[in-house]
């Protein structure tokens, strides 16, 4: 059973491309579910950002107010790398334990580690190939401003907390270009699947 790493910028596509692979069978551990699992509120991870950020990055509920702490770390890269710090190892903890249970229950061509920073996170060895979904910036930025109802500059500043597509095309083994429309990306994602 092959371990896919996908990957990609905010607003690539690479949550589309994830829902293929679930379609064409491959199983789907979603890094940002596995985020928000350990961030619950009771949690160490909590308890460390709680710490770390203060009481008011939390809702009224106890819970962490994500879009506030996003904001924050977003616009400020120190705030982002103290957050990696306390997040990734455990994130990467229940990755791997889902990796292995996956395996051993078997079924599956593939697993799909669908995580927005598998680079950044030094987790591409925990990977048998790295999949990248690009797309061009202008599409990126107009769909982010869509999508989360960002000004332009909002837009950019997520954007540019992210590390370069072009650095990114370095680690991928393979490459998926999403700034075409849905049909153009299905036909390289089934490709890909029967290459496996």
Same mark, same amino acid.
């Given at each position: 059973?092959?371990? +896919? *790493?996908?990957? %990609?910028?905010?607003?690539? %596509?690479?949550?589309?491309?994830?829902?293929?692979? &679930?379609?064409?069978g491959?199983?789907v551990?979603?890094?940002?579910?596995?985020?928000?699992?350990?961030?619950?509120? *009771?949690?160490? $991870?909590?308890?460390?950002?709680?710490?770390?950020?203060?009481?008011?990055? @939390?809702?009224?509920?106890?819970? /962490?107010? =994500?879009?506030? @702490? *996003?904001?924050?770390?977003?616009?400020?890269?120190? #705030?982002?790398?103290?957050?990696?710090? +306390?997040? !990734?190892? &455990? /994130?990467? !903890?229940? $990755?791997?334990?889902? +990796?292995?249970?996956?395996?051993?229950?078997?079924?599956?061509?593939? $697993?799909?580690?669908? &995580?927005?920073?598998? /680079?950044?996170a %030094?987790?591409?060895?925990?990977?048998d190939? $790295?999949?990248?979904?690009?797309?061009?910036?202008?599409?990126? /930025?107009?769909?982010?401003?869509?999508?989360? %109802?960002?000004?332009?500059?909002? &837009?950019?500043?997520?954007?540019?907390?992210?590390?370069?597509?072009?650095?990114? =095309?370095?680690? #991928?083994?393979? +490459?998926?270009?999403?700034?075409h *429309?849905?049909? !153009?990306?299905?036909?390289?994602?089934?490709?890909?699947?029967?290459e @496996?």
């Amino acid at each position: 059973m092959k371990v +896919i *790493g996908l990957t %990609g910028g905010i607003a690539c %596509g690479k949550s589309t491309v994830s829902k293929m692979l &679930a379609d064409l069978g491959a199983a789907v551990i979603d890094a940002d579910m596995v985020a928000r699992e350990v961030m619950k509120k *009771g949690t160490p $991870v909590w308890q460390r950002i709680k710490e770390t950020f203060g009481d008011q990055y @939390l809702l009224p509920d106890g819970e /962490i107010d =994500r879009k506030k @702490l *996003g904001e924050l770390v977003f616009a400020n890269p120190e #705030a982002l790398k103290k957050l990696n710090s +306390i997040t !990734h190892p &455990a /994130i990467q !903890h229940q $990755v791997l334990s889902e +990796i292995d249970r996956l395996k051993s229950r078997g079924g599956y061509k593939a $697993v799909v580690v669908d &995580a927005a920073l598998l /680079i950044e996170a %030094g987790w591409c060895d925990m990977v048998d190939e $790295v999949w990248l979904v690009v797309a061009d910036r202008e599409t990126q /930025i107009e769909r982010l401003m869509k999508r989360n %109802g960002l000004t332009r500059q909002q &837009a950019l500043n997520r954007i540019n907390s992210q590390m370069d597509q072009d650095i990114k =095309r370095r680690y #991928a083994d393979r +490459i998926i270009d999403n700034s075409h *429309g849905l049909e !153009h990306t299905r036909k390289q994602v089934e490709q890909l699947w029967a290459e @496996l």
